[in-house]
């Protein structure tokens, strides 16, 4: 059984730092490129990071350049977002998603391509 399952949100002050995980299982990983994405209320689900798996190539957006990062450990088939100096408007429910068929572009892939998601992991920054 294919599946992404994310984990490490929770609730966190303005500045404060969370580190989520996305544990893929059922698929080669390492021929996959992985997109983190957020969705807020009432809003579209955008990008946030990504990255190449095979070379190690990363990509943030300018909204969290410079406090997001976007890792992995191959060997563990995981991926990771570390989030520092959160703000209050990174608040959202947080999803990895896998795809194959990825481009020599940023990001990767379209949002509508990845072939699977996870299921989300919540995020909430306080002022």
């Known amino acids: 059984e294919v599946q992404l399952v994310e984990s490490g949100g929770g609730l966190v002050q303005t500045g404060g730092s969370l580190r989520l995980s996305c544990v893929a299982s059922?698929?080669?990983?390492?021929?996959?490129?992985i997109g983190w994405y957020r969705q807020a209320p009432g809003k579209e689900r955008e990008g946030v990071a990504y990255?190449?798996?095979?070379?190690?190539?990363?990509y943030s957006e300018d909204s969290v350049r410079g406090r997001f990062t976007i890792s992995s450990d191959n060997a563990k088939n995981t991926v990771y977002l570390q989030m520092n100096d959160l703000k209050p408007e990174d608040t959202a429910v947080y999803y990895c998603?896998?795809?194959?068929?990825?481009?020599?572009?940023?990001?990767?892939?379209?949002?509508?391509?990845?072939?699977?998601w996870g299921q989300g992991t919540q995020v909430t920054v306080s002022s």
């Open positions: 059922g698929f080669t990983f390492s021929d996959s490129a």
């Open positions: 990255m190449v798996l095979r070379d190690g190539d990363t």
């Open positions: 998603a896998s795809g194959r068929k990825y481009g020599s572009h940023w990001p990767p892939l379209s949002r509508y391509d990845y072939d699977y």
